[in-house]
């Protein structure tokens, strides 16, 4: 019992006064496409819900990754000519979590890309899932 409660600590942690050891991250998907996109978004715990984009909308969400890197936002995909759901692990923290805590992806017809600060591009860019 004593190893468990060791082991879980309190939630949260904190590492100096005011910071926790897990920063909050954001992540944000913009619609790259010149139609209307369909994003579904979720967790094992957690549904981000439905949203429908325009060209160049944009929605996001923020949430404490947790302290063993194992969380993971998965989202599916669809547009007009889409031919079907795309899917693709949106915030995969052991992908991630030492390359953002915000996170901004674009949506286009072949993936996502993931947003370069230093060069101000979507330049990173990733396929879908395999359904």
């Not at 949260?12 to 790259?32: F, R, Y």
């Not at 947790?66 to 936002?73: D, G, H, K, R, V």
Request: glycine share 6%.
């Amino acid at each position: 019992m004593v190893m468990a409660i060791l082991i879980m600590g309190p939630s949260p942690t904190t590492a100096e006064e005011g910071q926790t050891l897990t920063d909050k991250t954001t992540v944000q998907i913009t619609n790259g496409l010149k139609v209307q996109l369909t994003a579904h978004c979720k967790s094992k715990d957690d549904d981000i819900g439905e949203k429908s984009l325009a060209f160049d909308d944009s929605f996001g969400w923020t949430f404490y990754p947790n302290y063993i890197p194992n969380t993971l936002f998965f989202c599916s995909f669809e547009w007009d000519g889409s031919g079907g759901k795309k899917y693709f692990d949106i915030y995969d923290e052991k992908r991630d979590e030492q390359r953002c805590t915000d996170c901004k992806w674009a949506i286009f017809h072949n993936g996502p890309c993931f947003y370069d600060e230093k060069a101000k591009l979507y330049d990173d860019c990733y396929p879908f899932n395999d359904s």
